[in-house]
Nanobody, 123 residues
Framework: QVQLVESGGGLVQAGGSLRLSCAAS????????MGWFRQAPGKEREFVAA????????YYADSVKGRFTISRDNAKNTVYLQMNSLKPEDTAVYYC????????????????WGQGTQVTVSS
């Protein structure tokens, strides 16, 4: 069992930056691939980024590639999402998720989810 708690969301102007954190409790965090997803109002939840259990491989949605960076610190049981050059269309609730399998863009591949943190980007 893994519990995930996101933090770091907030209100930021377009062009600004935020860093989201996802703290995990439970066993064997370092064996889980981790992902970030987001859900904007009136839209379905979508993939943002994922990272393999050792942090060697990372994957990004085209919409955030070059602006967002996913990373992890297994010693701290934490995964991060650095978000730069934010746009109003990045406004959403951001969720982190843990996968016992490989890092993937597919939501069904994740076994545990956090409660989400709100990110609002003003124009």
């Amino acid at each position: 069992q893994v519990q995930l708690v996101e933090s770091g969301g907030g209100l930021v102007q377009a062009g600004g930056s935020l860093r989201l954190s996802c703290a995990a409790s439970g066993r064997a965090f370092s064996s889980y691939a981790m992902g970030w997803f987001r859900q904007a109002p009136g839209k379905e939840r979508e993939f943002v980024a994922a990272i393999s259990w050792r942090g060697v491989s990372t994957y990004y949605a085209d919409s955030v590639k070059g602006r967002f960076t996913i990373s992890r610190d297994n010693a701290k049981n934490t995964v991060y999402l650095q978000m730069n050059s934010l746009k109003p269309e990045d406004t959403a609730v951001y969720y982190c998720a843990a996968a016992q399998g490989i890092a993937t863009a597919l939501q069904v591949g994740y076994d545990y989810w956090g409660q989400g943190t709100q990110v609002t980007v003003s124009s």
